[in-house]
């Protein structure tokens, strides 16, 4: 495994539970380093360590580590800014981004911008941005980082996509010109396509469903069908779970 730093880097803990009587298993999320596993010796239940408190997830934090192999020692911790106000869908749609993290980015794989693209929706999350928005904008960047995205702006051929046309967006090729409309979530209008190449994101309401259904299977795709945890949260709490989070694939 790459050598620790020596100074405290920016991070993010993604999920937490305890190790032993006094101590936690972290998973972290770093600007330098990536996906991080830790142990936070002493961390359990008190505030920490560290000068800014406990290790909480939607908090900014600066940290630095010791050791090698998959679970080094954390070495100190402290706060970089004060904890993230989510609450609500937007509390539910952070854990959902941590989940994708989880899930998807293998540990040691540093992926800054990745790590900018996070803390921005985070940051969206907290300021009550429309919650398609945030999410739609950092699965962009998720799968854009792991080399997994869709082609948006050309076909698999090269050509310009056309907002008349529509297309058949498989994971193994770029976009095929189809007669449309399409009949499944696989299958776009040109416009969604052009739609998400913009920056910032904007999606006008009348594509918001087949950007959905497009994210929903590309990422359904990437868990190799696997169940996502926080729709079984919604369900724990007998909640519909919103449009905006993708579902499970159907079977």
Not at 7 to 16: F, K
Not at 77 to 99: I, K, S, T
Not at 171 to 180: E, S
Request: with cysteine.
């Amino acid at each position: 495994m790459r050598a620790t730093p020596a100074s405290l880097a920016p991070g993010y803990v993604l999920h937490r539970r305890p190790y032993g009587e006094t101590s936690l298993l972290a998973e972290l999320f770093t600007r330098e380093s990536g996906r991080l596993g830790v142990i936070a010796k002493g961390a359990q239940g008190r505030g920490g360590r560290g000068r800014g408190g406990g290790l909480q997830p939607f908090q900014p934090l600066l940290v630095s580590w010791r050791g090698r192999g998959e679970l080094p020692v954390l070495a100190d911790w402290e706060a970089a800014g004060p904890p993230l106000p989510l609450q609500g869908d937007a509390l539910l749609g952070g854990f959902y981004l941590n989940e994708l993290l989880l899930r998807l980015c293998r540990r040691h794989d540093p992926h800054p911008e990745l790590f900018l693209a996070y803390a921005r929706a985070l940051g969206e999350l907290g300021e009550a941005r429309p919650l398609v928005l945030a999410l739609r904008s950092f699965e962009k960047a998720l799968l854009d980082s792991l080399g997994l995205g869709p082609m948006l702006t050309e076909d698999r051929s090269g050509a310009p996509i056309r907002p008349g046309q529509w297309y058949r967006c498989s994971p193994q090729g770029g976009p095929q010109p189809i007669v449309g409309p399409g009949r499944g979530p696989w299958e776009v209008p040109g416009t969604a396509l052009l739609a998400l190449a913009g920056e910032p994101l904007v999606i006008p309401p009348e594509l918001q469903a087949a950007v959905n259904g497009l994210f929903r299977v590309l990422i359904a795709d990437q868990l190799g069908g696997a169940p996502l945890r926080t729709r079984a949260l919604w369900q724990a709490l007998r909640r519909p779970a919103p449009a905006d989070l993708p579902r499970e694939p159907e079977v």
